[in-house]
Nanobody, 119 residues
Framework: QVQFVESGGGLVQPGGSLRLSCTAS????????MGWFRQAPGKEREFVAR????????TYAESVKGRFTISRDNAKNTVNLQMNSLNPEDTAVYYC????????????WGQGTQVTVSS
């Protein structure tokens, strides 16, 4: 059974940083591209960042490029998202999922982890 457990969200002031983590299970993690997505209140879910299985290729949404960094640890089946210079527009629920390119493979979205950027 494919599962994703996201953590690390919280309340942070504008300009601050957070590090999100996601532990995945139920598939061969090291050979699977992984991505982060987010959904803000009243908006559609959007792609944030992706990384391939070997960590040799990453892609970022224009809105986060230069501020966010995606990484992974295949030994621990985890994918991380370091978020710096946060602004209120980054407020959303963040999810990690398997990806093909920048599209999610999985068609279920659990609780994710809430990120709120506010003073």
């Amino acid at each position: 059974q494919v599962q994703f457990v996201e953590s690390g969200g919280g309340l942070v002031q504008p300009g601050g940083s957070l590090r999100l983590s996601c532990t995945a299970s139920g598939f061969t993690f090291s050979s699977t591209g992984m991505g982060w997505f987010r959904q803000a209140p009243g908006k559609e879910r959007e792609f944030v960042a992706r990384i391939n299985g070997r960590s040799s290729s990453t892609t970022y949404a224009e809105s986060v490029k230069g501020r966010f960094t995606i990484s992974r640890d295949n030994a621990k089946n985890t994918v991380n998202l370091q978020m710096n210079s946060l602004n209120p527009e980054d407020t959303a629920v963040y999810y990690c999922r398997r990806v093909l390119g920048t599209l999610p493979i999985d068609d279920f979205w659990g609780q994710g982890t809430q990120v709120t950027v506010s003073s």
